[in-house]
């Protein structure tokens, strides 16, 4: 198995020194020395890391980077203390919540993912139902009689 394991670096300025900016699903890594957007790697729907280092409240890291196969893994360290910043429960809007509430606010995601198609399938029902009504109606004007497919 292939095993590469290096630093983060700013492609900039080379600094290994890594600021977070923490969002729902995604980790944003900003270079602390020049401000440019070094990365952004993915994490579960509603999780990210923190800005701060979770031991000592630092909000500066080095970032060590591990390929195994086709998977890159972004692993931050405070430069303090070698703390790790805390895995955090976020929505759309960045506020932050427990780990309780995410499970509530997948389940409702869903429900509105669910609700939303189920009125798009109602409304071309409706639609359907209206083009049938419609040609119901020019065939009584016109006293036309169904058609018989066998004859
Ligand atoms: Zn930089
Ligand atoms: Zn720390």
């Not at 995604?26 to 990365?39: L, M, Q, R």
């Not at 790790?84 to 429960?89: D, F, R, S, T, V």
Request: proline share 3%.
């Amino acid at each position: 198995m292939r095993k590469i394991v290096r630093t983060a670096n700013c492609p900039s300025c080379g600094s290994v020194k890594l600021k977070i900016k923490p969002s729902n699903g995604k980790v944003d890594y900003f270079c602390a020395e020049c401000g440019i957007h070094v990365e952004r790697t993915k994490c579960e729907t509603f999780t990210s890391f923190d800005s701060k280092c979770e031991e000592c409240g630092n909000d500066i890291f080095k970032v060590k980077i591990e390929e195994k196969e086709d998977k890159v893994f972004w692993t931050p360290f405070c430069i303090e203390c070698h703390g790790q910043p805390a895995l955090i429960c976020i929505d759309y809007e960045g506020n932050e919540f427990d780990f309780k509430e995410r499970e509530q606010l997948i389940i409702k995601n869903s429900m509105d993912l669910f609700e939303a198609r189920l009125v798009k399938t109602e409304h071309s029902f409706y639609t359907f139902n209206e083009k049938v009504d419609k040609l119901k109606d020019i065939m009584n004007k016109n006293k036309y009689k169904a058609l018989n497919i066998d004859k």
